[in-house]
């Protein structure tokens, strides 16, 4: 049977190979894209194109990977070694993420990058189209990919594309600082919807559209040539029942005995974020230092366990964040310790989603506190762990997820004073305001899950075609 499928296209896929001396092992990728579609591609025959996070030469190789990840739905894009250094590290992690996270002065403005960019961008737009029917529906992810909807609407007119940004969309004064502005949202407008994380990103791309491109607009609707598009927030979020009930699973209790044994008397609060200087480690450090400082009566009654996943480790912004973040903790733990405790639990590699979601469960406290984050996934899925209904979320403004989860206690990371005094509520709050405020954040993360974004993107996708049908424009 020919049934439409939808296309599924990002930067990397939900799985990565990696080596164990000569053998290959698949594993689960981390970061909010791959965790957060990972539970909805595998239906019927949708198919999700990327990169499986390897440089994989051998052409056997190659093909062997491809045969593996077919039944899994998914088809592999290789990137070369220089795809990978002027593409991936170079145009999308030195000059996309830092600008769109508002780190401008991070940003490196390169030609040749750019041109890797286009490159592999065709890449991928060509292998969408040689998998593209007829009613099929394609969704491009995320900011590696932003020329993707008019490479594919050049060869295919009539496609359903819809695309999503997982990132911050700057503000029109950051994004006109890039050298390629204009081809950057020549390409995004090429998808029928874009969506973003909040409301305030739709709007400032609408914004920049506006000036850039000189494009006509009226509300959420921008006009290419009298064809209607549409740019709107849909906030993702997570896949709630499977952390929910993985919290729940009484297979879970010895982990979480062990944690609840090893922490003592003590209150744990956590950290889980890749090693991104857009996560903000360094100010939560110095608010922690600064907490024990002001107030020694924490001594020996909180634990911070800091997980970081290794994360564009080649780039140098991530190689000196790492070597700053070793030595706060260093001299934190030294300042602090005493014979019975450390302070700080540091961990520089990935857990098990077992694992982590025990962390989440027994954590007290969490500390989600980026200086910049499209969404941030990590404080829906501490909140989903939380099945007794206690515990703490600190959760930056500056965080999609902060226009949610407003009972948060929510915080600007760049407010160490405040910061502290948050640390101290979080700590001191009682369980009645814990359950009051847990009980509420659970509901929006439990509703408005991973399934709700998804299905509301896709309706939404075919509304737009209903609606540039009706004008009859096509
Ligand atoms: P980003 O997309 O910028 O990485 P998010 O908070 O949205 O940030 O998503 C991070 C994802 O990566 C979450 O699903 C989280 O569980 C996962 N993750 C982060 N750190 C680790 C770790 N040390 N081990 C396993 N998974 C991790
Ligand atoms: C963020 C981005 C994703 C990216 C992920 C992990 O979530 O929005 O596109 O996949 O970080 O980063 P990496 O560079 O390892 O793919």
């Known amino acids: ?227 209607p598009i549409i740019a709107d927030a849909f906030p993702i979020s997570i896949d709630f029942d499977k952390f929910n009930s993985l919290a729940n699973d009484p297979l879970q209790k010895p982990h979480e005995e062990n944690i609840v044994k090893r922490k003592g008397k003590a209150k744990l609060m956590i950290s889980v974020d890749r090693l991104d200087y857009s996560k903000g480690l360094i100010n939560r450090l110095k608010a922690f230092d600064k907490l024990l400082e002001q107030n020694p009566q924490y001594i020996e009654k909180v634990v911070f366990v800091q997980l970081v996943v290794p994360s564009r480790d080649t780039v140098k912004q991530y190689a000196d964040l790492k070597e700053e973040v070793d030595k706060m903790v260093s001299n934190i733990n030294s300042k602090y310790s005493t014979l019975e405790w450390v302070p700080i639990h540091y961990f520089y590699r990935s857990f098990s989603i077992d694992l982590l979601a025990a962390l989440y469960k027994t954590a007290d406290i969490a500390l989600v506190t980026p200086m910049r984050d499209g969404m941030n996934l990590v404080s829906k899925e501490y909140v989903a762990c939380k099945t007794d209904e206690t515990g703490v979320l600190i959760l930056s403004e500056m965080a999609g997820a902060s226009k949610e989860l407003n009972d948060a206690l929510v915080i600007n990371p760049n407010d160490s004073n405040k910061f502290v005094k948050a640390l101290v509520h979080a700590l001191e709050m009682p369980v009645d305001e814990q359950r009051q405020r847990m009980r509420s954040m659970r509901e929006i993360v439990s509703r408005f899950n991973i399934h709700h974004w998804v299905k509301v993107f896709m309706n939404r996708l075919e509304d737009v075609k209903v609606l540039q049908r009706k004008l009859s424009v096509r």
């Open 1 to 227: 049977m020919n049934r439409a499928k939808t296309i599924i296209v990002s930067n990397r896929l939900p799985v990565k190979i990696v080596f164990n001396g000569e053998q290959m092992i698949y594993q689960s990728s981390e970061g909010g894209l791959a965790t957060g579609l990972g539970s909805i591609y595998k239906d019927g025959d949708n198919i999700w194109i990327g990169w499986p996070g390897a440089i994989i030469n051998e052409e056997t190789k190659q093909e062997k990977i491809a045969d593996d990840l077919t039944d899994r739905n998914l088809s592999p894009i290789f990137l070369t070694e220089e795809e990978y250094n002027k593409y991936y590290e170079g145009f999308s992690n030195e000059t996309l993420w830092p600008l769109f996270h508002y780190f401008p002065s991070y940003a490196n403005y390169s030609d040749e990058n750019w041109n890797m960019y286009k490159a592999v961008n065709q890449k991928f737009a060509d292998a969408v189209l040689e998998v593209l029917k007829n009613d099929d529906q394609i969704w491009v992810h995320d900011y590696q990919l932003m020329l993707v909807p008019q490479m594919i609407r050049a060869k295919a007119r009539n496609a359903k594309i819809g695309f999503f940004l997982h990132i911050p969309f700057p503000s029109y004064e950051v994004f006109r600082l890039l050298p390629w502005r204009d081809e950057l949202l020549k390409g995004l407008v090429g998808a029928d919807l874009l969506g973003f994380h909040t409301y305030d990103d739709s709007k400032y791309f609408i914004n920049s559209c506006q000036r850039i491109l000189g494009l006509t607009t009226n509300s959420n609707q921008l006009f290419i040539h009298d064809k």
